[in-house]
């Protein structure tokens, strides 16, 4: 597993994005899940990585903590992910939006 991560990066297939392309952060969960056993640097790391997800989780289950700022970043990056989550499944189960027609005035 880590030998084909070491490859992919230097190949650069992991960090080539394209537009709405996602994955790197799933990647760095993962990389930080098998790091996190083998130096305190990377277990210091996947802990602060989990505590960003776990905010965000905070503020989705209470709404009164989105009055402050360190909520709702991590809130808003998971929303927007999520959105692109499922604008993809929708495209690729063949869902399309319809464009609307201003009424004429």
């Known amino acids: 597993m880590i030998l084909w991560v070491v490859v992919q990066i230097q190949r650069r297939q992991v960090f080539r994005r394209k537009k709405g392309d996602r994955r790197i952060i799933l990647f760095a969960l993962v990389l930080n899940l098998i790091l996190a056993f083998s130096s305190l640097f990377y277990a210091v790391i996947l802990i602060l990585h989990l505590g960003f997800y776990g905010l965000a989780g905070y ?3 209470k709404p009164e903590a989105l009055d402050y700022t360190i ?5 808003y990056f998971l929303t927007v992910n999520a959105a692109i989550l499922v604008a993809w499944y929708k495209y690729v189960t063949g869902n399309r939006m319809v464009m609307w027609t201003p009424s004429s005035r």
């Open 71 to 75: 909520v709702k970043i991590p809130l």
């Open 59 to 61: 503020g989705l289950l």
